[in-house]
């Protein structure tokens, strides 16, 4: 079966998923629409972002507001408002939000996972003792590789 031709204005949008306290992530096309590649919209407050990791798609970031400073393979570069950023499947990657927070889409390739990665870890994070053990089990089922060190498991 084809994809559907859709629109998303911005009052028809889902809530955000609040995958760490203070970022918010808006799913505006999940694989299942699109039979392929996600998109998101990702907003976040200064000095935010996730950890050092890798995942088993492509992902792309274009930077609407803000800056973020990316570390990939181990360099760091910064990306202000226009930057775009597109990290085949398997690269090592993280980003930390500027000073004064940021903006971007970021499009997930074949094989993504996002969208069902971001719901879980924001379910997981929104009770009143979110486990860690049950967020690195969220983390691994759904194809994102991080480093742990003794600090992570419960």
Known sequence: MSPEPFVV????????LHVV???????LASK???QGYEVFLQEGLPG????SHSHDWDETFFVIEGD?????NGEEMTAK????VHLPAGTLHEFKIGENGAKMIS???AGS???????ELAAESSKDSPSQKNLIEIISRNGMHITLDENDVD
């Open 21 to 27: 306290a203070s970022d918010k992530i808006w799913v």
């Open 113 to 119: 996972k996002a969208s069902s990665l971001f719901s």
């Open 9 to 16: 204005q911005p009052e028809d949008r889902n809530d955000p």
């Open 48 to 51: 935010s972002g996730p950890r």
């Open 32 to 34: 299942g629409e699109t």
């Open 107 to 109: 499009i997930t390739g």
């Open 81 to 84: 408002p226009g930057t775009f």
């Open 68 to 72: 973020l400073t990316f570390s990939i």
